[in-house]
């Protein structure tokens, strides 16, 4: 709604701009009076995501920081795996410290929601 208004608002100082000073591209007018509003707001940048977020909503869902993240495996001692629990292995997830066969449990636990 706010930028309808400020759409039309910009119009129609185009067009009487236009009427005064002759042609120059709509779009062109614009930008320069957008940059305007901006600089004269001290900047409005779009802050990035957050990296260190541990949880984030798709769709009403909220994915887990193992699916986001990126996370390598280390070793430690022998243990029952997390996704298969069926073989023991000496691979962990280093960050969700969690056993994990690297092929496939490690890849299936970091990127499916349902991994069982
Ligand atoms: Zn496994
Ligand atoms: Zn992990």
Avoid: W
């Avoid at 600089?39 to 994915?63: W, Y």
């Avoid at 997390?82 to 280093?94: G, I, L, N, Q």
């Amino acid at each position: 709604m706010f930028f309808r208004l400020l759409d039309l608002t910009i119009y129609n100082a185009y067009v009487m701009r236009k009427s005064l000073h002759g042609m120059k591209p709509f779009l062109d007018f614009k930008m320069n009076l957008i940059r305007q509003l901006i600089d004269s707001t001290g900047g409005v940048k779009p802050k990035p995501p957050h990296p260190t977020l541990s949880a984030r909503i798709r769709d009403g869902v909220e994915i887990p920081e193992r699916l986001t993240a990126r996370h390598f495996p280390g070793k430690g001692s022998k243990r029952a795996c997390h996704v298969c629990s069926k073989r023991r292995t000496v691979f962990t997830c280093k960050d969700c410290n969690i056993p994990l066969c690297v092929v496939p449990c490690f890849e299936k636990y970091h990127s499916q929601l349902n991994y069982k």
